[in-house]
């Protein structure tokens, strides 16, 4: 049992870290960006590449890298907003979304094109898990749990003990009244943009090192991503963490079950042993997804609409 909660906290370290800058991002814009989680892709690849080329140990190396990627994949998310997004500020939600799409699509084929369409790995050297209570947890999971909590706490401070974080709030609770109060909204906004941007190549990062780098792997996590994101209540960058965590516990322990009983009762199956496969689990988050959207519309801690 103390695997399964092992594997949800690193799991739920890589999907809360691009949850988190895709709802900053909405509740700032007001859309959801489905280009998000291709700054995942695009952070994970430039990380990779300086990695390789950099000649330090390989753990320095992949640090550095990581710190590289971030600023890189901030400033594109800044750029992506003055071409695309600022031109188109004042068009409705869903115009602002279909370009996102269109977005992500460049981003993810772009990465195709530059490293290959086949999977890469971080030049992670080979070393032992350690056993806790009964579970192994690797440096690296270790480290991806380590990783997020630091970002989320730097975060936390950032909004609640900073001028700036102070000028983000007030900008997402009322851009016009801040704007009239000295805020100059626009580069807070840009601000949004590298910062949720960071952070989805953080996620992308950390994703990339207990599994592989593919060009779609912004494809394959968006519909989790979304989902923590909206459970938790999306424009709440607290809401997004909590979500992240439930989608991860249900994934892994919703592989867990034997579902084998419960579809012999419903005479749905006569086999004594059924466990949900690997390649479903997005059914286990879409099922999350509608029973907390049924319960309770708005998320779990999203604001009620005025």
């Not at 290959?116 to 070393?127: D, F, K, N, Q, V």
Request: glycine share 12%.
């Amino acid at each position: 049992m103390f695997q399964v909660i092992i594997d949800s906290l690193v799991r739920t370290s890589e999907l809360a870290l691009i949850a988190v800058g895709l709802t900053m991002v909405y509740d700032i814009l007001r859309f959801a960006s489905f280009a998000h989680v291709q700054f995942g892709t695009i952070g994970a690849f430039v990380a990779l590449t300086a990695s390789l080329n950099l000649p330090l140990p390989p753990a320095w190396a992949i640090l550095t890298g990581a710190v590289v990627a971030c600023i890189l994949t901030g400033g594109l998310g800044v750029l992506s907003d003055r071409l695309i997004f600022s031109q188109l500020r004042h068009r409705p939600a869903a115009i602002l979304m279909i370009a996102s799409f269109g977005l992500g699509m460049v981003m993810q084929y772009g990465a195709q094109a530059l490293w290959g369409p086949s999977a890469h790995s971080y030049p992670i050297p080979l070393s032992r898990p350690w056993l806790i209570l009964g579970g192994r947890i690797s440096p690296v999971g270790a480290a991806v749990i380590a990783t997020a909590l630091v970002a989320m706490l730097g975060f936390h401070l950032l909004l609640t003990r900073t001028k700036l974080g102070m000028a983000m709030r007030a900008t997402a609770d009322n851009p016009q009244l801040s704007e009239a109060s000295g805020i100059y909204t626009e580069r807070i906004i840009r601000t949004v943009w590298f910062i949720g941007a960071a952070l989805g190549a953080l996620g992308g990062i950390m994703l990339g090192l207990v599994a592989q780098i593919q060009s779609n792997m912004g494809f394959e996590i968006m519909v989790a991503v979304f989902a923590a994101a909206i459970v938790g209540g999306i424009g709440n960058v607290y809401g997004a963490v909590l979500g992240a965590m439930l989608i991860a516990f249900a994934e892994n322990i919703g592989l867990t079950i034997n579902w084998g009983p419960l579809a012999q009762a419903l005479r749905l199956s006569a086999e004594t042993e059924l466990y949900i496969p690997v390649g479903y689990k997005t059914g286990i988050t879409f099922v999350i997804l509608i029973l907390i959207l049924l319960v309770r519309p708005r998320g779990l801690l999203g604001r009620r609409a005025s």
